[in-house]
T-cell receptor, first 115, second 111 residues
Framework: DTEVTQTPKHLVMGMTNKKSLKCEQH?????MYWYKQKAKKPPELMFV???????INESVPSRFSPECPNSSLLNLHLHALQPEDSALYLC??????????????FGPGTRLLVL | TQLLEQSPQFLSIQEGENLTVYCNSS?????LQWYRQEPGEGPVLLVT?????EVKKLKRLTFQFGDARKDSSLHITAAQPGDTGLYLC???????????FGTGTRLKVLA
């Protein structure tokens, strides 16, 4: 099973709202990722968690707050977003064991619209 | 900075035609992945190539990793409308968990 699940599938929020995106995997992977993808562009890395610790933050604004409660779950908390933050948010996971073949498996994404 | 350049950027072909998509870099990669992504969906892994000169086949798709592990190609035989999508190559930046993605190839197969 190589499934990564994400909820919700779609999200519409105002600029003053607080919402969370959720990601789950049961492949025993120890690295999990958040990406942002604008239309017709490749995904852009936001955060990487390795063994439940934040290892990479690609200078993401503080209105995005990641959380990794355990090895299977990854959350992205959203607060005071801007319309330009509207995008497809993708979660991914990989073994995280440092093998050379560190393949990432992606979830279906959450399409976010900020009004 | 490691970069992955894909060509062509866009490709519109008729059903039944063959095509090749290229992914090139000036850096050596330990492995390289190919994904296909449909609008509004997450990228779906097609293949991982690891060994220089390696060739992998997935039905009508043939993937090749260059001998020097700096480039890769994806060849589709007898394309079908279901092959339509964004094709992305990707690889891990050496020593990190940071993936870099290619610039993408948007394929449209017309019935």
């Amino acid at each position: 099973d190589t499934e990564v699940t994400q909820t919700p599938k779609h999200l519409v929020m105002g600029m003053t709202n607080k919402k969370s995106l959720k990601c789950e995997q049961h492949m025993g992977h120890r690295a999990m990722y958040w990406y942002k993808q604008k239309a017709k562009k490749p995904p852009e890395l936001m955060f990487v968690y390795s063994y439940e610790k934040l290892s990479i933050n690609e200078s993401v604004p503080s209105r995005f707050s990641p959380e990794c409660p355990n090895s299977s779950l990854l959350n992205l908390h959203l607060h005071a977003l801007q319309p330009e933050d509207s995008a497809l948010y993708l979660c991914a996971s990989s073994h995280g064991t440092g093998y050379l073949q560190e393949t990432q498996y992606f979830g279906p994404g959450t399409r976010l619209l900020v009004l | 900075t490691q970069l992955l350049e894909q060509s062509p950027q866009f490709l519109s072909i008729q059903e039944g035609e063959n095509l090749t998509v290229y992914c090139n870099s000036s850096s050596v990669f330990s492995s390289l992945q190919w994904y296909r992504q449909e609008p509004g969906e997450g990228p779906v892994l097609l293949v991982t190539v690891v060994t220089g000169g390696e060739v992998k086949k997935l039905k009508r798709l043939t993937f090749q990793f260059g001998d020097a592990r700096k480039d890769s190609s994806l060849h589709i035989t007898a394309a079908q409308p279901g092959d339509t999508g964004l094709y992305l190559c990707a690889s891990l930046t050496s020593g990190t968990y940071k993936y870099i993605f290619g610039t993408g190839t948007r394929l449209k197969v017309l019935a």
